[in-house]
């Protein structure tokens, strides 16, 4: 990648963390589903595959690790390894970089977060005596699906613009 690539990616993973640590934590209902970080990196993934990805996931990770609010810490090896995850799967079972299996790693990525915050909560809450209290899992499953169109959305405008991808939509 270009010095100005890298730099527009150390950027938006700055602009992502942030704004998921801060606005979207304090956000009403419908807003506070949107969290931008998962999706913008499963793109990454798809468009670029694991170096930048992950180089995004530890900036986003670092920021929402330092500027949050909640106690459930460990965001950036939270989201490296959910982009581990995410790029194998990538590039051993979803090969084809169709809109459908861009939709599936970003509905499993976010899936793959929760687990991990589950994870970490309760871990915390048995070895630190911590009270760690997570969104109902109801909430997850929106905040997945939300996903799901962010990423449906960013795939669509990437194609219209690239001619990168492939659509499985029948034309006439």
């Known amino acids: 990648m270009r010095p100005s690539s890298w730099a527009m990616l150390v950027g938006g993973a700055m602009a992502g963390g942030i704004f998921e640590s801060t606005f979207a934590a304090a956000a009403p209902f419908p807003a506070n589903i949107i969290r931008p970080v998962l999706p913008c990196l499963v793109m990454l993934v798809l468009l670029t595959r694991s170096k930048p990805a992950l180089f995004g996931a530890g900036i986003a990770g670092a920021c929402l690790?330092?500027?949050?609010a909640t106690p459930a810490g460990f965001a950036t090896a939270r989201l490296l390894i959910v982009m581990l995850c995410v790029?194998?799967?990538?590039?051993?079972v979803a090969t084809n970089r169709s809109l459908f299996s861009a939709m599936a790693l970003a509905f499993f990525a976010g899936i793959l977060n929760w687990?991990?915050?589950?994870l970490e909560?309760?871990?915390?809450?048995l070895v630190l005596s911590s009270h760690i209290f997570l969104?109902?899992?109801?909430?997850?499953?929106?905040?997945a699906l939300a996903n799901v169109a962010?990423?449906?959305s960013l795939f669509l405008v990437f194609t219209l613009f690239t001619k990168r991808f492939l659509i499985s939509i029948k034309t006439q």
Do not use: C, K, V
């Open 150 to 152: 962010i990423t449906a």
């Open 135 to 143: 969104e109902p899992w109801s909430t997850y499953l929106l905040i």
């Open 121 to 125: 909560a309760t871990l915390g809450n």
């Open 87 to 92: 790029e194998y799967l990538a590039e051993h």
């Open 65 to 68: 690790d330092l500027l949050s």
């Open 115 to 118: 687990a991990f915050l589950l």
